[in-house]
């Protein structure tokens, strides 16, 4: 057996051994589901389905009435009972359908849990309708609190909405080119925020501040406001980006976390870059006019890939690099329809030749040495088909 076939057989060992745990965990909740409907607690010495789970299992109080209103679920909703019992989708994707199942096409909700990784899924999800009483849970009032504390120190927390949210991000990435004390009205004249912190070694990139220099960036903003600079800055990192749809709909790119509703009014805002997307995914385009991407190809790669590394299973959100899939030493062009962001981590997993990144058309495959494959279509959210193959796979076949 060579270096690689053992690599895959132990991936191999692995996922088949969650898909057992997957099973198995599917069959406990079948059971309880069947335990609470028939009201057994009683004849087990418990008031509770709950109650009885605590004490025979000797599972925390949260895990019992989490199994137990999944479980009451489950037996109302038997496509995904089914998925989960034959392993095709896990109980981390069960748990997230859950607000969803009233109000959506249950098996819509089961083909993209099988479809997509669990945070592709989850950004998916934010786009859909959630059932009243989980809505009115997910929809807490935005605010933010400082207090002064007994040893003179101050405390600041909040708890902003998906846009709320996206503009103090963009602030604070004007926050932290301060920091680094940047003449700012130099980059205000040359619309450059990201470029100059892409020189920086200790700075974020695209993305949030790193943990280290948060402080920092808040501070450097809060000195911003304090000062009033006339002019705001309008670039990838440094603005928040809606995404309009043919179709009328309207959302955040970063994370899907805003439907078409909770974004509208924000579409006046100066603060706001507005990109529309056509039937493809594509937002613009540029020539091949130099190597590098211009401003606009990066804000819309970004927005295009919601914010973050292009590679299924990775939600980075910093140190995004654009990525040639067709080499542009051998002729690749510097345009939308061949750029990629990728983290520094994927990209360098690419560089090095363990992640392959095929273009077919609009549709890319990410092709893993594991033997797994995703595929993204139209420039969408990539799905796992580890039977695809691209025309030139497929043509290829003819002359073996």
């Known amino acids: ?73 489950l037996t109302r909703h038997q496509l995904l009972a089914g998925a989960f019992a034959d392993g095709a989708v896990n109980y981390s994707k069960v748990r997230l359908l859950m607000p969803y199942l009233a109000k959506n096409d249950e098996q819509l909700l089961v083909d993209m849990a099988r479809d997509y990784t ?41 708890d902003l909405s998906p846009l709320e949210g996206a503009q103090v991000a963009a602030a604070l990435k004007i926050g932290e080119l301060a920091y680094h004390d940047v003449d700012l009205q130099d980059i205000i004249d040359r619309d450059a925020v990201d470029e100059t912190l892409g020189a920086i070694p200790t700075s974020s990139g695209f993305g949030m501040p790193t943990g280290r220099v948060m402080l920092a960036a808040f501070m450097g ?7 009033r600079p006339k002019n705001p800055l309008r670039t990838p990192g440094a603005h928040v ?9 309207a959302y955040l790119p970063v994370g899907g976390s805003a439907a078409s509703a909770s974004v509208a009014h924000a579409v006046a805002n100066a603060m706001v870059r507005v990109n529309t997307v056509d039937e493809n995914g594509l937002i613009l385009n540029t020539s ?32 995004i690099e654009v990525h040639h899939v067709h080499d542009w030493a051998t002729g690749g062009a510097t345009d939308l329809d061949n750029l990629i962001p990728l983290c ?23 092709v893993f040495p594991d033997g797994t494959r995703h595929v993204s279509m139209n420039y969408q959210r990539p799905k796992r088909d580890d039977t695809a193959l691209t025309l030139a796979e497929y043509n290829a076949l003819d002359d073996l």
Request: hydrophobic fraction near 40%; glycine fraction near 8%.
């Open 241 to 249: 980006n809606i995404v309009t749809t043919v179709d009328g709909g």
């Open 118 to 158: 669990y945070h592709q899924l989850e950004a998916e999800l934010a786009l859909l309708e959630r059932d009243d009483e989980d809505s009115a849970k997910a929809q807490p009032k935005s605010y933010v609190r400082i207090a002064e504390r007994k040893n003179g120190r101050f405390g600041l927390w909040a």
């Open 344 to 366: 520094s981590a994927c990209h360098s997993l690419v560089s090095d030749e363990y992640i392959e990144i095929k273009a077919d058309g609009p549709d890319y495959h990410f």
């Open 221 to 227: 903003m809060v000195n911003i406001v304090r000062s």
């Open 1 to 73: 057996m060579s270096e690689q076939e053992a690599v895959q057989a132990i991936a191999d060992r692995i996922e088949a051994t969650f898909g057992g745990i997957t099973r198995h965990k599917a069959s406990l909740l079948y059971d309880i589901g069947i335990f609470d409907s028939l009201r057994l607690a009683p004849k087990c010495g418990a008031r509770t389905t709950a109650g009885w789970l605590i004490r025979r299992l000797g599972i925390s109080q949260t895990t019992a009435h989490e199994y137990v209103r999944i479980a009451r679920k």
């Open 288 to 319: 091949r006019a130099s190597r590098l991407a211009t401003d606009g190809q990066v804000n819309a790669l970004m927005t295009m890939w919601g914010g973050e590394c292009a590679t299924p299973g990775c939600n980075h959100t910093k140190f």
